[in-house]
């Protein structure tokens, strides 16, 4: 993967040709998950586009202008989902590899009638380096996959290139929150995101669980086990 905090190279397309239908096999989803994704896919999903100069353009992927938060690695979606329920006034972009998620994300939509959720599948990086310079109020990773292995930290989210592109999409005094339960990764990301000359630590620390942030399907795992939790709130200057 190759970062850059370069524009996207192209302007906006139509959202209708950035957003395709895609057919995960039978068998992965619930029938429910199979039924949202089938109906909501056409409106509510976007396919990541990864050739490095589709752009995407949030008002149209939205019908409207409104402020909008950014969260990779959506999970199951029920976190996503909670916080665009008691937020309305505010736009949801999740950010998902794994179909059954994306699919029980939408039929999370469905049910609860989430007019501000929309559900891109694809890499994270490559919807970053698509959404404009500027545009986003706020970007959530939580939990991120945590590669514990040291050979393997090279493939972690939250590494100074990919948070100099994350603030880049950032508008001056958005926010990017951070949690994780893997304290090697956690002293680690506050070290790279305190590091950035873009950024300030809001808490010049860790953070207190904000209140607006629902537990996940992975920190419960992790509060079961035993587990301390991390959080890094970061403004960008
Ligand atoms: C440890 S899980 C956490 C899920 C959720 N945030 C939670 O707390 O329950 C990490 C998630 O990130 C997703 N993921 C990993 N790499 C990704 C990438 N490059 N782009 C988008 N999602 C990714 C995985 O599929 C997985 O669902």
Redesign the pocket.
């Known amino acids: 993967m190759t970062t850059t905090d370069s524009e996207p190279a192209t302007v906006a397309p139509p959202a209708a040709r950035s957003i395709r239908t895609f057919h995960p096999r039978r068998g992965r989803l619930t029938d429910r998950q199979r039924a949202a994704l089938e109906q909501l896919w056409p409106a509510y999903g976007l396919a990541v586009p990864d050739d490095g100069r589709t752009a995407v353009e949030p008002a149209e992927l939205f019908g409207r202008r409104a402020p909008l938060v950014l969260e990779?690695?959506?999970?199951?979606g029920d976190?996503t989902a909670a916080m665009a329920a008691a937020d309305p006034d505010r736009d949801y972009l999740a950010?998902?590899?794994?179909t059954p998620?994306i699919a029980n994300l939408l039929d999370l939509v469905r049910r609860h009638g989430l007019g501000n959720v929309r559900v891109a599948r694809g890499?994270?990086?490559d919807l970053v380096r698509a959404l404009p310079a500027g545009s986003l109020d706020a970007v959530h990773v939580?939990?991120?996959?945590p590669w514990p292995k040291a050979r393997h930290h090279k493939r972690r989210l939250i590494q100074p290139a990919h948070v100099a592109l994350l603030r880049s999409r950032l508008a001056p005094g958005g926010t990017l929150h951070c949690a994780t339960d893997w304290a090697e990764y956690a002293a680690a990301m506050r070290q790279t995101l305190d590091a950035d000359p873009g950024l300030v630590n809001a808490h010049d620390g860790y953070a207190p669980r904000p209140a607006h942030r629902p537990v996940?399907?992975?920190?419960r795992r992790a509060l079961t086990a035993g587990r301390e939790i991390f959080d890094l709130v970061h403004r960008r200057r």
Request: proline share 5%; hydrophobic share 45%; charged share 25%.
């Open positions: 990779i690695g959506s999970g199951m976190a950010v998902e590899v794994h998620g890499d994270a990086l939580f939990f991120p996959d996940t399907k992975f920190e």
